[in-house]
């Protein structure tokens, strides 16, 4: 059994890690009775942390919100991660965030003990971040709180919705869960009114409380809400789409291909599949080639068309360029007949070779 002191501190981090906990799970992590952990939470409260008790089969102990924000109980590999975090969360798609953290962090460093300083001191000063610039349309972190409160309290969610184009409409969803790439954040919510799943860019909601009432989650869309959101924003939210093969493992395509450009999919050791997205077959081939990967179509069939026609057009802009860096080729006389490739043509002949 840990003793009191030890035992208080263990009893603070679950109330931190957990929003609800029974009396009895407490008193079985902490390996003591009920009646010890109602004196443990009398303890704390004591001490100014504002647990919060509700009685009945449903009950349980909730640390508050109190009017000041309570110590953190962290780990030496906890406090490093927190810290090294702070440093890097610049740049991330949320607003003012570069400020913030570096107040966070200046209380961090403060209460560190020295081994730990000399480890976050000694990561940061030898890593130089490269960061992408900060993107105009960042999202506000007060947003990004006010939808994970929805999500942890299972709370109906009322907000404005901005699209593409700048059309505003009013939603009311079930909110699931938020998704994070390295550019933007998404939410995953139930809309009410369509009833279905939609995927929301967080930058483009305005929330329009109040919210509530509360509601029983559903199932999720997909057990892997990272790629589900992927699909999402590279390849359903295009009119055109397709499957491609890449003639290269997994891994070495992923080094490339982000979640923004198509999800992979694993086939063989040294191939896999890649599902995407564009506005159209023809940006969709611009899309494929700048990947620099050998590939095969899988669907649409139409669309080798399409690459047929680029293969087309670039041979014939290299063959011009040939023939203005050599001045002995001259041009073309005009009126000169052509063929369907744009390559020159003795009138009279099949090959175009002049021969007889």
Request: hydrophobic share 40%; glycine share 8%; with cysteine.
């Amino acid at each position: 059994m840990l003793e009191t002191s030890a035992r208080l501190l263990r009893l603070l981090s679950l109330l931190q890690a957990h929003r609800d906990w029974s009396g009895a799970d407490l008193a079985d992590r902490l390996g003591v009775t009920p009646r010890t952990v109602r004196r443990d939470v009398d303890r704390l409260r004591e001490l100014g942390y504002p647990v919060n008790a509700s009685p009945g089969t449903g009950g349980g102990y909730q640390l508050g919100a109190g009017a000041e924000l309570p110590p953190l109980l962290l780990d030496d590999d906890e406090a490093v991660a927190v810290a090294v975090g702070l440093r890097t969360a610049a740049g991330q798609g949320i607003e003012g965030i570069g400020e913030t953290s570096v107040r966070a962090l200046t209380k961090l460093e403060q209460v560190l003990p020295s081994r730990l300083r000399r480890r976050v001191g000694a990561l940061t000063a030898f890593t130089v971040p490269m960061l992408r610039t900060p993107q105009q349309q960042a999202v506000d972190p007060s947003v990004l709180t006010e939808l994970a409160h929805a999500c942890r309290d299972a709370e109906r969610l009322r907000f404005d919705y901005r699209d593409h184009g700048g059309s505003s409409t009013r939603r009311t969803v079930e909110p699931h869960r938020i998704v994070c790439t390295e550019r933007r954040w998404y939410l995953v919510a139930w809309d009410v009114d369509r009833d279905d799943w939609r995927t929301f860019r967080a930058d483009r909601i305005t929330p329009r409380p109040p919210h509530g009432p509360r509601f029983a989650p559903r199932t999720p869309p997909a057990d892997d809400l990272a790629a589900y959101v992927s699909q999402g924003v590279s390849t359903r939210a295009y009119a055109a789409q397709a499957v491609f093969r890449l003639l290269v493992p997994l891994e070495e395509a992923a080094q490339r291909v982000t979640p923004s450009d198509g999800t992979l999919e694993a086939e063989t050791g040294s191939s896999c599949l890649l599902r995407t997205g564009a506005m159209s077959l023809d940006v969709m081939v611009i899309h494929v080639l700048l990947m620099g990967f050998e590939f095969e179509v899988v669907e649409p069939a139409d669309f080798t068309e399409r690459i047929s026609s680029a293969r087309d057009l670039l041979s014939r802009a290299l063959d011009r360029g040939v023939r203005s860096a050599d001045p002995g080729a001259g041009s073309p006389a005009a009126g000169t007949p052509r063929t369907r490739d744009g390559a020159d043509r003795t009138p009279g002949t099949r090959s175009g070779s002049g021969a007889a």
